[in-house]
C-alpha cells in the first residue's frame, strides 16, 4: 500500500531534523571553546539537505530527506586579546569559534518545528490508514 | 440483480486511491520543507479522479483516427497521477518553493476529505450489509 511510503517521508524528515538539531547543539556547546591556534578551534557545522526519490518505479512521485553531509563554516574565528589564559598563543591571542548563537537558537527552533510537523504527518496518516482497515465494521 | 461491487462504491473507491496519493506528496512536501533547490508538488485532485475513474475527459490519450487504431487508455501506462509544481508566493533564497503554512492547510484539509470518502464507503457498504443480513 501506498500509504506507507508517507512513513518512510515523515520519517527521514524527521532523522534530517534530528541532525539539525545535533549540530545546533554540538555548535551551541562549544560556543565558547576558545584555542589557541587559529586551525585548531572549533568551526561551526551545518547539516547539508538532499531530497531522495522514495521507492522506486513509476510512483517514485514522492522525495524524502536525506543529510548528504556536514559543512563546517569556514568564517575566520574571532580573535581574543586574553594573556592570562593558558591556551593563549605567543602574542596572548585565544581564538573563539565562529558560532553565531543567535543564529543557532533561530536554526533550533527551526528545526524542532520542522521535526513537530513530520510528527504530525506521520500522526494523522496513522489516523487515516486505521479508519482505513475499521471500514465496514 | 447481481451487484456489482466496483459500480456499487461509485467513485468514492478511486477518490480515496487520489486522496491517499496527494497525502503522501503532500507529506513529501512537508518533510523537504528545508531542503535546498526542493520544488514544491501537488496534485490536482479533479483531473487525477477523473483519470483514475476512466473518465476521457482527464489524462491524456491517444487519437484514434481510424476504426482500426487501438486508443490506448492512458499514455502515462500508470495509475499514477500528474504532479504539479506549485506557483510559489514568496520563494526563499536557497531555491525552495515550500510554504509550510500552505502545505499544511492542504495536509489538513485533504485528510479530511480522506475521512469524508471514508465516511461515505462505510455507508455504502453498512446498506450492503443491511441488505445482506435482511434486518
Request: hydrophobic share 40%; glycine share 8%; charged share 15%.
Amino acid at each position: 500500500m501506498s500509504s506507507f511510503k508517507i512513513f518512510e517521508v515523515a520519517g527521514s524528515g524527521m532523522s534530517a531534523q534530528s541532525v539539525r538539531l545535533n549540530t545546533t547543539a554540538s555548535n551551541l556547546a562549544n560556543a565558547d571553546s576558545v584555542s589557541g591556534d587559529p586551525n585548531q578551534v572549533y568551526k561551526a557545522r551545518h547539516p547539508l539537505f538532499e531530497a531522495v526519490r522514495a521507492g522506486l518505479g513509476a510512483n517514485a512521485a514522492t522525495s524524502g530527506v536525506s543529510v548528504k553531509g556536514i559543512v563546517e563554516n569556514q568564517a575566520a574565528p574571532a580573535a581574543r586579546y586574553e594573556p592570562g589564559n593558558p591556551l593563549a598563543d605567543a602574542n596572548g591571542y585565544v581564538y573563539a569559534p565562529n558560532v553565531n548563537t543567535v543564529e543557532e537558537m533561530v536554526d533550533m527552533i527551526s528545526a524542532s518545528r520542522s521535526y513537530q510537523n513530520n510528527v504530525e504527518v506521520m500522526n494523522t496518516a496513522k489516523e487515516m490508514m486505521l479508519a482505513t482497515l475499521r471500514l465496514g465494521q | 440483480m447481481p451487484v456489482n461491487l466496483d459500480t456499487y462504491l461509485g467513485v468514492h473507491a478511486a477518490a480515496l486511491k487520489v486522496r491517499s496519493q496527494r497525502t503522501e506528496v503532500l507529506a513529501a512536501n512537508l518533510a523537504n520543507a528545508d531542503t535546498p533547490n526542493y520544488r514544491a508538488r501537488d496534485i490536482d485532485f479533479k483531473s487525477a479522479l477523473a483519470a483514475a475513474s476512466g473518465d476521457k475527459a482527464g489524462g491524456v490519450h491517444l487519437a484514434t483516427t481510424s476504426a482500426g487504431h487501438i486508443g490506448a487508455a492512458n499514455v502515462n501506462g500508470t495509475s499514477a497521477p500528474e504532479l504539479k509544481y506549485r506557483v510559489p508566493l514568496a520563494p526563499s533564497l536557497d531555491g525552495n518553493t515550500v510554504d509550510t503554512q500552505l502545505e499544511q492547510a492542504a495536509f489538513a484539509e485533504n485528510s479530511v476529505r480522506y475521512q469524508a470518502t471514508l465516511t461515505f464507503l462505510n455507508a455504502k457498504f453498512r446498506g450492503l450489509l443491511t441488505a445482506i443480513t435482511g434486518q
